[in-house]
């Protein structure tokens, strides 16, 4: 059996972290810097990722921080940002691979290219990063990589086959990665947060399907998901990376989905319906085969 990795040395290393222009990733580069790593920012908005790293700056000046501003669905330039990044900072500790997208709608209204471009935010272009930075990552004894899945890489919901689907790979491909670097020195994080407060609501795509009542009701319903605070969040995955912990599960909305899921898996979602609507009726409620399930407990 392998031997258990020290504890992750976050000062003097140097993190990898993308989506860390806002929300969960704005978070983490504001923790990784308080911890002393230096930063390799990866953002699509330009404007939000200078203000970070501006404040980063502001609060630490001697800290090395680079940003590098890049749209991860163009998984053809990942070479290229990489061997600017990997040129400019040959000693790579960590690798956070957390931006991603969401795109609401059922799965006939989705496009194909819709599908694919979740696919390639969410799945591939994290793959393709851990790709190009393991060398790097096993150069260094002690690294470390975070996967940021979702409690949609533990349920599907219906109206999420696109999102449900690349989050669902993401832990796979984490999981089985794990194993094959078990006894090398980096160890693997997976995450599979509830709802965060982000801005992930606000820049969601819904399908080229879907109606106009279809997408406000949709963003609305999506929104009041996201009430767990990012900056408690990030500090849990920090925490994580530091003990090395396999697998993250972030607010009681991934926690009771992850049972329910182990408990009735063919069926957790009549389960989860259920669960809600004994919430808003004070009622309890009937479990997928016909015994009572009481919530609050």
Same mark, same amino acid.
């Given at each position: 059996?392998?031997?258990?990795?020290?504890?992750?040395?976050?000062?003097?290393?140097?993190?990898?972290?993308?989506?860390?222009?806002?929300?969960?990733?704005?978070?983490?580069?504001?923790?990784?810097?308080?911890?002393?790593?230096?930063?390799?920012?990866?953002?699509?908005?330009?404007?939000r990722l200078a203000a970070v790293a501006d404040r980063i700056a502001e609060d630490r000046?001697?800290?090395?921080?680079?940003?590098?501003?890049?749209?991860?669905?163009?998984?053809?330039?990942?070479?290229?940002?990489?061997?600017?990044?990997?040129?400019?900072?040959?000693?790579?500790?960590?690798?956070?691979?957390n931006a991603g997208v969401a795109l609401g709608g059922r799965f006939e209204q989705v496009?194909?290219?819709?599908?694919?471009? #979740?696919?390639?935010?969410?799945?591939?272009?994290?793959?393709?990063?851990?790709?190009?930075?393991?060398?790097?990552?096993?150069?260094?004894?002690?690294?470390?990589?975070?996967?940021?899945?979702?409690?949609?890489?533990?349920?599907?919901?219906?109206?999420?086959?696109?999102?449900?689907?690349?989050?669902?790979?993401?832990?796979?491909?984490?999981?089985?990665?794990?194993?094959?670097?078990?006894?090398?020195?980096?160890? #693997?994080?997976?995450?599979?947060?509830?709802?965060?407060?982000?801005?992930?609501?606000?820049?969601?795509?819904?399908?080229?399907?879907?109606?106009?009542?279809?997408?406000?009701?949709?963003k609305e319903s999506f929104a009041k998901l996201l009430s767990y605070p990012a900056d408690?969040?990030?500090?849990?995955?920090?925490?994580?990376?530091?003990?090395?912990?396999?697998?993250?599960?972030?607010?009681?909305?991934?926690?009771?989905?992850?049972?329910?899921?182990?408990?009735?898996?063919?069926?957790?979602?009549? #389960?989860?319906?259920?669960?809600?609507?004994?919430?808003?009726?004070?009622?309890?409620?009937?479990?997928?085969?016909?015994?009572?399930?009481?919530?609050?407990?």
């Open positions: 059996m392998p031997a258990a990795l020290a504890p992750y040395r976050f000062a003097g290393g140097t993190a990898v972290l993308t989506g860390a222009a806002s929300g969960m990733g704005e978070q983490l580069a504001y923790g990784l810097a308080a911890r002393g790593s230096g930063l390799v920012l990866i953002d699509r908005d330009a404007d000046p001697t800290l090395p921080v680079d940003t590098h501003v890049a749209d991860l669905a163009d998984t053809a330039g990942l070479d290229a940002l990489v061997a600017r990044i990997t040129a400019a900072h040959p000693r790579i500790t960590l690798l956070v691979n496009t194909a290219e819709e599908f694919d471009w #979740v696919m390639a935010v969410n799945f591939r272009a994290p793959v393709a990063l851990t790709r190009l930075f393991l060398p790097h990552l096993l150069r260094s004894p002690g690294s470390h990589i975070v996967n940021v899945s979702s409690v949609f890489g533990l349920i599907a919901p219906p109206g999420q086959t696109a999102y449900a689907a690349s989050k669902f790979g993401l832990r796979g491909f984490s999981e089985s990665l794990r194993h094959e670097l078990a006894g090398r020195a980096t160890g #693997v994080t997976t995450v599979h947060p509830g709802g965060i407060r982000t801005r992930i609501a606000e820049t969601a795509r819904l399908a080229a399907g879907t109606t106009e009542a279809e997408a406000r009701a949709g408690k969040a990030a500090e849990q995955i920090l925490a994580a990376v530091r003990t090395r912990r396999a697998r993250l599960l972030i607010a009681p909305s991934a926690v009771v989905p992850d049972l329910l899921s182990r408990l009735f898996p063919t069926s957790y979602m009549t #389960v989860l319906d259920r669960l809600r609507s004994s919430a808003a009726t004070g009622r309890p409620a009937r479990g997928a085969r016909g015994g009572r399930v009481r919530s609050g407990r």
